[in-house]
């Protein structure tokens, strides 16, 4: 069956960094668009970021220039590293493939920005 487990969240202080994985397995991974979507508490979820099958990358404007997302086909992963990281970047980050009409999401992990 299709897996996509992420890993790497948790609290950082304002201005620190954080790097999301996901790893993902069950799927042609190469083929596939990977995504970092988020939703905090009370919003709708936005997607933060994709990276191609041809490695072509997109960022919705409030991380660019902070966020990188990037894929390693071998690993069968795709990582986010966020930099810069602010209290408005708190949410739950989940893993997103999408390939076709196959679109399959990870469950979730916690990113918290706090003093």
């Known amino acids: 069956q299709v897996q996509l487990v992420e890993s790497g969240g948790g609290l950082v202080q304002p201005g620190g960094s954080l790097r999301l994985s996901c790893v993902a397995s069950g799927i042609i991974f190469r083929l596939y668009t990977m995504n970092w979507y988020r939703q905090a508490p009370g919003k709708q979820r936005e997607l933060v970021a994709a990276v191609s099958s041809g490695g072509s990358t997109n960022y919705v404007d409030s991380v660019k220039g902070r966020f990188t997302i990037s894929r390693d086909n071998v690993k069968r992963t795709v990582y986010l590293q966020m930099n810069s990281l602010k209290p408005e970047d708190t949410a739950v980050y989940y893993c997103?493939?999408?390939?076709?009409?196959?679109?399959?999401w990870g469950q979730g992990t916690q990113v918290t920005v706090s003093s």
């Open positions: 997103n493939a999408d390939f076709n009409r196959l679109n399959y």
